[in-house]
């Protein structure tokens, strides 16, 4: 007689998670604020770019988001998890620009208005895409407070953020040499450009002097931008050119004419000595300008093509410009050599483009204030530590940022011009007032994600006071600067507070060769294709538990087959249970527990609070291989078999019953983090509650020491005496003949209560119990309070015999070297905890033991 329960005889994902997430938002159990008595734990999701798919770097990171917050849910948490996207300026507009390209037409064909009505409809075209992979990934978000970047709501805060940081004088408008991305026409901040290592040529020029013979030598990676030179400099110290410094010289192949200066910034040791001043295309040479009152104008155009002042090379793309300006100089002689250089070159992270430096009036966050309050009065806990120390080090380094964005999807900036007049201010000043065309980077807005989306600037705002200051942030390393930094800094100016407590980083999803996954390279991995082959718990699995925080982890398909095999693993040992109880009701009696359902109890309590310290050190790496290690070998492997003795005993099978019933339980919700969907089918269809989700989180209730122990014992036994069996060739179906030395007597007298276990899995035709065995032509295996002889058969030969023990002799010898390296070891000694030190010390004691007994049996073979 068993549970009438129609599990599948092989595990089927598909049929496992079809409408199970439909089911969970159609009980509301996503939704936060139901009970007020709870303590709130939030976490708000990093919005994802409405640019295209989810990647496998967003599984990873929502996938540890929505571990927390299942397991602070279970734990009886008001627990938030709180959903949104980001209009990610550059990002979106390329790709909407991309696509009204092939359309034949352009964003100033449409206009600003027209223009916003094709970026809302791709808004939410994506924001589909996006929430069916928030689906297929089974995160329990919270949609009833989902937010956009671009929501009224959080419009205003960004206004409200402006216009304060204005009036305080840290956002000022002025020229400077910023990051130019010609594909996108837009300023890019310092952090938005990625600098690769680049094949490029240094080109040796000379500058012809006006009204004498001779000339100068510059070299310079940037032929194109000589039209714009406003000066040679030297160094004022340096000999070779002091006669020199006040002449004139032709810009080469023009008529230009330029003054020599001297500067101290010159490197007399570096190339010729000589350099050329170019104000508006480098931001060395603009605080050279400044200091020697020099002019500033640009010979490129925003779109990087030549302007007037190029002369014949006008309307050509700078890089052409450079080919044939250096083509022709080489024919008049004024380009003496080109070199090959290698050198580090910045591209647009977003567009991919080479990034010019360029003279540009743009808006700019002074960050003095902002970062010396957040270095003094920050208080977050970065996970792994280190990458505090790296994020600091970037604050003490930090440049104004650069926050003006020529584009039209994004936050307008809430500036008025007139002739030179400027009002910072949310309306129209009044007639003749025009609004900056402007929009502010992407990041000014999700800086402030963890309290605009909670209602702020309103703190009286039910959310706002209380889900924030939320608990924990999930990114990547890779956007510590761009991200986690801005959202720090704000959070203290803005609501005095840190905007979480903690920050858990991870690192990049790699290839199988280790490379970084990209569109580029071709080597990227779609989270559904996986999700297709394998399943969602299979990649959730697979993801969590490779890689501990803040390093990087290889995408592997045969862990990912791995983890579809311990689910399946799962599901046929919740199969052997259903087959062998006959109610999920069943309740312990502890006063008729058998040794091993003490032994898998305590074991059950000492994996729920292991398990327990690493979740809470998001260590979910090692909290999964915790359960990996007592799910599969503890429970599976030693329980169930040893338990289907029990089962036929009519006396001990109710309680067994109960016992399989009650580490099931806690199993599946010890799971339910990592695997939402396979732990949801089992418990509603076992034990016919609502749902796994609002289950409580299991407790560790039991602890018979004395039973672990003795459990131990009789499983090295086992152990010893099946690989003695494998060594000699034996099969597990022939009877052999056993005697166990046991001089404890607390030791005999147990086993002896449960010698039909023992008989069974030695599979032995004779037992024997005593305290002493006087060896008569036996083979001996030695144990720490354990000593086993096994009468020999014509099988087995004397020269396996010394084998075997020389075999352990190797293996005991290394265990004790290993073992004795660690006491003597003055740092271990000094820093482990005394429980560690005298476990391992007794490790030692029961391997030295052995070690003698195994070369007393070895000297009748001498």
């Not at 009044?430 to 990041?443: A, F, M, S």
């Not at 399943?535 to 990912?560: E, H, M, W």
């Not at 305590?602 to 290690?629: G, P």
Request: charged share 30%; hydrophobic share 35%; net charge negative.
């Amino acid at each position: 007689m068993h549970m009438k329960i129609n599990l599948e005889t092989k595990y089927n994902f598909k049929s496992v998670e079809e409408g199970r997430y439909d089911y969970w938002l159609s009980k509301g159990f996503f939704e936060s604020g139901k009970d007020f008595k709870k303590e709130p734990f939030t976490i708000v999701i990093p919005p994802p770019n409405v640019t295209g798919k989810l990647h496998l770097g967003h599984a990873w990171d929502t996938a540890i988001q929505d571990i927390i917050i299942r397991r602070k849910r279970m734990q009886g948490y008001d627990a938030l998890y709180l959903p949104g996207m980001d209009h990610a300026g550059i990002a979106t507009q390329a790709k909407i620009d991309e696509r009204l390209k092939n359309q034949g037409i352009s964003r100033y064909d449409l206009g600003r208005e027209k223009y916003l009505e094709k970026a809302w409809e791709w808004k939410e075209e994506y924001a589909g895409h996006i929430k069916e992979q928030w689906k297929a990934l089974g995160l329990s978000l919270d949609y009833t407070k989902e937010r956009f970047t671009l929501d009224d709501k959080l419009n205003d805060a960004v206004n409200h953020v402006f216009i304060s940081l204005y009036k305080k004088g840290w956002i000022y408008r002025g020229y400077r040499i910023i990051n130019w991305d010609c594909e996108a026409k837009t300023a890019l901040s310092n952090i938005e450009v990625e600098y690769e290592e680049t094949q490029g040529h240094l080109y040796h020029f000379n500058y012809p002097f006006v009204g004498e013979e001779g000339y100068l030598t510059i070299a310079t990676t940037r032929p194109e931008t000589m039209f714009a030179d406003q000066a040679l400099m030297v160094h004022p110290k340096d000999e070779r050119y002091q006669k020199h410094i006040g002449k004139f010289v032709y810009i080469p192949g023009t008529s230009t004419k330029i003054p020599v200066i001297a500067d101290d910034y010159v490197d007399m040791t570096f190339g010729t000595g000589v350099v050329k001043v170019t104000p508006a295309h480098d931001p060395n040479d603009y605080e050279v300008a400044k200091r020697h009152g020099l002019s500033m104008p640009l010979c490129m155009n925003e779109d990087g093509k030549m302007n007037e002042m190029a002369l014949k090379y006008e309307g050509l793309d700078r890089f052409e410009c450079r080919k044939l300006v250096t083509k022709d100089l080489e024919l008049l002689g004024l380009c003496p050599k080109i070199e090959n250089y290698t050198h580090q070159v910045g591209y647009s992270e977003r567009t991919g483009v080479m990034v010019e430096p360029r003279l540009s009036l743009q808006w700019f966050v002074d960050m003095k204030g902002l970062t010396e309050q957040t270095l003094k009065n920050n208080k977050v806990q970065f996970v792994p530590e280190r990458f505090k120390n790296t994020f600091e080090n970037w604050l003490n380094n930090i440049q104004d940022w650069t926050i003006s964005r020529q584009l039209w999807w994004g936050h307008r900036i809430p500036a008025w011009f007139k002739g030179d007049e400027v009002k910072v201010q949310i309306d129209s000043p009044g007639d003749d007032w025009k609004q900056d065309e402007d929009v502010l980077d992407t990041w000014f807005s999700s800086a402030l994600w963890p309290f605009s989306t909670l209602g702020w600037p309103d703190i009286e705002s039910d959310d706002y006071k209380r889900y924030y200051p939320t608990n924990v942030l999930v990114t990547g390393y890779d956007i510590i600067f761009f991200w986690v930094a801005r959202m720090m800094f704000q959070g203290l100016e803005f609501t005095g507070k840190d905007p979480f407590k903690t920050v858990l980083l991870h690192g990049l999803i790699r290839d199988e060769n280790g490379q970084k996954m990209s569109k580029s390279l071709g080597n990227g991995v779609d989270p559904m294709d996986v999700i297709d082959t394998y399943g969602v718990d299979a990649l959730r699995f697979f993801i969590v538990s490779n890689s501990a925080p803040g390093q990087d982890t290889r995408y592997d398909v045969t862990k990912i087959e791995s983890s579809w095999n311990f689910i399946n693993k799962l599901w046929n040992i919740t199969r052997f249970v259903t087959l062998n109880i006959t109610d999920s009701k069943l309740t312990i009696n502890e006063n008729e527990l058998n040794l091993f359902d003490k032994w898998i109890l305590s074991r059950l309590s000492e994996t729920i609070n292991l398990a327990d310290t690493f979740y809470e050190k998001y260590e979910f790496n090692e909290a999964s291989k915790v359960l990996t290690h007592f799910i599969w070998e503890e429970f599976a492997n030693w329980y169930l078999e040893l338990s289907k003795v029990s089962l036929n005993d009519e006396n001990a099978n109710k309680n067994t019953q109960a016992v399989l019933v009650y580490v099931l339980k806690d199993i599946l919700k010890l799971l339910h983090p990592f695997l939402p969907f396979v732990t949801e089918k089992l418990f509603i269809d076992i034990f016919d509650e609502e749902s796994i989700m609002i289950s409580d989180w299991p407790v560790a209730k039991f602890d018979y020491t004395n039973e672990i122990d003795l459990v131990k014992e009789i499983q090295e036994i086992i152990i010893k005496v099946r690989t003695l069996r494998n060594d000699y060739n034996v099969k597990p179906s022939k009877p052999i003949n056993i005697k166990l030395e046991i001089k404890d007597t607390f030791i005999l007298d147990s086993l002896k209560l449960y010698d039909g276990y023992l008989v069974k899995f030695l599979n032995t035709s004779q037992l024997a119990y005593q305290e002493e065995v006087i060896p008569t032509d036996m083979i001996f295996i030695a144990g720490a309070n354990i000593n086993i002889y096994i009468e020999k058969s014509d099988l087995i030969d004397l020269e396996q015999e010394k084998a075997s023990l020389l075999k352990q002799k190797d293996t005991l010898e290394k265990e004790l070297e290993r073992s004795k390296g660690l006491l003597t070891n003055e740092k271990f000694m000094s820093k482990a905890p005394e429980e560690k030190k005298n476990n391992e010390q007794r490790k030692y004691d029961d391997y030295l033991k052995q070690y003698n007994d195994v070369i007393e049996m070895l000297k009748k073979y001498v």
